[in-house]
């Protein structure tokens, strides 16, 4: 989830979310499944997840 001090972040509304079913995953939406707004660090650290875990890596995120 959001960390306490990450004021300008919202929930990612449930519309914009997927779990790669439909298409693959990329970084941002492995950084919108945390609820998280996508910031280059945290691109670059999802990027890396999904070369390691695949597409199993939002799976443990989202239902």
Request: hydrophobic share 35%; charged share 30%; aromatic share 0%.
């Amino acid at each position: 989830m959001t960390q306490a001090d990450d004021v300008d972040s919202h929930p990612t509304p449930d519309k914009l979310l997927h779990t790669g079913g439909e298409h693959p995953v990329d970084p941002e939406d492995l950084v919108m499944a945390s609820g998280r707004t996508p910031t280059p660090k945290l691109l670059d650290k999802a990027r890396r997840q999904l070369e390691l875990e695949g597409a199993a890596a939002v799976e443990r995120l989202l239902p």
